[in-house]
């Protein structure tokens, strides 16, 4: 076996039972024995409460070249690979979400109850009334009902989904988020395991 192609996964999620990590676990590789390279151990997993763990390519390389020394090992794309181990769920923590879906629930009305306090929506509408009928109505269900509905239909245009079904397969605006978040989030981690690794070496 001469040559090696080896492309690190960017993000791995693993269940917790896993003893350890393979190559094939979080690797794609390109060899003429790529069965036996993929069978590798790379990464032996402890019972140190961490969640995720940053593989660098070159341990991987490692690794390989151990088994096979007479190889030349090739990086095709990223120099690191997240690991994340999947936690079990809880009573707990099922609370907590429950709880923090609450509070954004009744957080989001009173935002929506607040600004239409604040522009006096209320007087708006009745004013669009008058002009538009040429009577006095305090209560013009018949602007307040649809623009409650298109408040909702709004919502749900903006961010895309249906519950769980996406309208197109465009991402919201909150997707966006979430993945330039979860982006940082990993450049983040893999700094943070170079700066210790750094700290080791010396």
Same mark, same amino acid.
């Given at each position: 076996?001469?040559?090696?192609?080896?492309?690190?996964?960017?993000?791995?999620?693993?269940?917790?039972?896993?003893?350890?990590?393979?190559?094939?676990?979080?690797? #794609?590789?390109?060899?003429?024995?790529?069965?036996?390279?993929?069978?590798?151990?790379?990464?032996?997993?402890?019972?140190?409460?961490?969640?995720?763990?940053?593989?660098?390519?070159?341990?991987?390389? #490692?690794?390989?070249?151990?088994?096979?020394?007479?190889?030349?090992?090739?990086?095709?794309?990223?120099?690191?690979?997240?690991?994340?181990?999947?936690?079990?769920?809880?009573?707990?923590?099922?609370?907590?979400?429950?709880?923090?879906?609450?509070?954004?629930?009744?957080?989001?009305?009173?935002?929506?109850?607040?600004?239409?306090?604040?522009?006096?929506?209320?007087?708006?509408?009745?004013?669009?009334?008058?002009?538009?009928?040429?009577?006095?109505?305090?209560?013009?269900?018949?602007?307040?009902?649809?623009?409650?509905?298109?408040?909702?239909?709004?919502?749900?245009?903006?961010?895309?989904?249906?519950?769980?079904?996406?309208?197109?397969?465009?991402?919201?605006?909150?997707?966006?988020?979430?993945?330039?978040?979860?982006?940082?989030?990993? #450049?983040?981690?893999?700094?943070?395991? #170079?700066?210790?690794?750094?700290?080791?070496?010396?």
């Amino acid at each position: 076996m001469s040559e090696i192609y080896i492309q690190l996964k960017n993000k791995v999620q693993i269940d917790r039972s896993k003893q350890e990590l393979l190559v094939r676990d979080i690797a #794609k590789i390109t060899a003429s024995d790529a069965c036996i390279v993929e069978k590798i151990k790379v990464y032996t997993l402890t019972n140190d409460g961490k969640s995720t763990i940053i593989i660098s390519v070159i341990d991987v390389i #490692k690794k390989i070249q151990r088994q096979f020394p007479d190889s030349t090992v090739n990086i095709v794309g990223t120099d690191y690979a997240i690991v994340q181990i999947k936690q079990q769920k809880s009573k707990a923590s099922m609370l907590l979400v429950a709880l923090a879906w609450a509070v954004l629930y009744f957080g989001a009305g009173l935002t929506i109850i607040n600004f239409h306090e604040d522009v006096d929506m209320s007087a708006a509408h009745q004013k669009l009334h008058y002009y538009l009928t040429g009577e006095t109505n305090e209560n013009p269900y018949w602007l307040q009902i649809p623009y409650s509905i298109g408040i909702g239909l709004g919502m749900i245009v903006f961010f895309n989904h249906v519950f769980k079904k996406k309208i197109n397969k465009e991402p919201s605006p909150l997707e966006v988020e979430m993945f330039l978040y979860q982006d940082n989030i990993d #450049k983040y981690l893999i700094r943070d395991s #170079k700066s210790a690794k750094n700290k080791d070496d010396s």
